[in-house]
């Protein structure tokens, strides 16, 4: 800043002198009007309104100047630099709209242009079904229950009343964990979560059991050595056979169709008694396929019914087993392979499509559930 002038006379101080401000403030001006977007007007603004500019310097000499002519001098910087700030002001909000104008047309997104799609992945239809199954059984109050998938063969077996000679027991059949005498084996099926379910909870027990199982068999058509089960126990008291079979053609109409049905034949399973094999009405010709050779059925192959899995009453000696009063508690159980039950369901013809992970064959079944 100057020292102050002896004259009093602002037009000495060489920036205060009006041409030079006005000179300054047209030059502001003019670059204004000459910037081209928001960087351009951004440096015009440090150039001319900055504090090195001479409208700022012009105004920090206003300081040095005796009083008298304080206020001429005041008046007209502030209006200068007044003028320059609206002019700024005004240029700033037109090249901001001019910008989003440019942008909305360069930046504009035809959503008419086809795209690549980056690939979804898809529920495996195992995944879905026993979800759909396990559904129906928590509609009616059961509970999902679990249980590992290495277990002990007392659970997988002999508390199933499964004798250790047994014919699934042996190596043929079973995976044993370590040695055949460790005790421990990958559960041939899901009937020892009936077990865990009846140790570790109250009664009456309503527990529904979807999981994975193993069996050595060699990868085919048909088979394969890791599959799904989903089991189903009740023990409660005055359970009888006619719950069992409500049970079970509630289930066949819930995931089959309205009105299909279920039909017991005499088996044999050592943890049930009496037992039965399960068949379920054919959803595709409803039966009208039997002895009826001009309309064959490829769901059923004209039988009418499909074989679905096993079930009965719990042996009283399982019940037992668990520590259950057998004289007050009855039950029952079912239990159905997840893999075949989809083939049918389906018209899937190759175990092997399930399990080899193949993403259009999950696809297929859509994103349902
Ligand atoms: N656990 C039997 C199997 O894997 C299926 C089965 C049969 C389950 C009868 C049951 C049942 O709960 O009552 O072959």
Sequence with gaps: MSAPNK????????????????????????AIAAASDLDELKAVR?????????????????????????????QRVGKARGLLKKALEERQVQLEEDRDVRVLV????DVTLPVDRAQVGARHPLSTISERLADV????????????????????????????????????DTFFVESPDSGVVLR??????????????????????????????????????????????????????????????????????????TRLRPSYFPFTEPSAELDLQCFA???????????????????????????????????EACGVDSERYSGFAFGMGLERTLM?????TDMRDMVEGDIRFSAAFGMEG
């Design 285 to 319: 010709c409803r039966g009208a396929s039997v002895n009826n050779p001009d309309a064959p059925c490829r769901t059923c192959s004209s039988e009418g019914w499909i074989e679905w899995g096993g079930c009965g009453m719990v042996n009283p000696r399982v019940l």
């Design 344 to 348: 049918f369901r389906h018209d899937i």
């Design 106 to 109: 360069a930046e504009a997104v």
């Design 188 to 261: 041939t099926h899901t009937s020892p979560v009936q077990i865990r379910a009846l140790l570790e909870r109250d009664l009456p027990v309503y527990v529904v059991c979807p999981g994975r199982v193993f069996r050595t068999d060699e990868l085919d058509a048909t088979h394969t050595p890791v599959f799904h089960q989903i089991e189903a126990l009740v023990v409660d008291e005055g359970i009888t056979m006619a719950d069992l079979k409500g049970t079970l053609d509630h289930l066949a109409a819930s995931v089959f169709g309205e009105g299909l049905v």
């Design 137 to 172: 059984f928590v509609a009616m109050g059961y509970e999902v229950a679990e249980g590992p998938e290495i277990e002990a063969e007392w659970f997988n077996f002999d508390a199933l009343n499964i004798a250790p000679d047994h014919p699934a027991r042996t190596m043929q």
């Design 46 to 74: 440090i150039a001319h309104a900055g504090d090195r500019s001479a409208l700022a310097l012009a105004n920090r000499e206003i300081g040095a100047l005796p009083p008298a002519a304080k206020a001429e001098a005041g």
């Design 7 to 30: 004259e009093y006379d602002p037009v000495e101080v060489s920036a205060l002198d009006p041409a030079a401000i006005d000179a300054a403030l047209s030059a502001a001006v003019a």
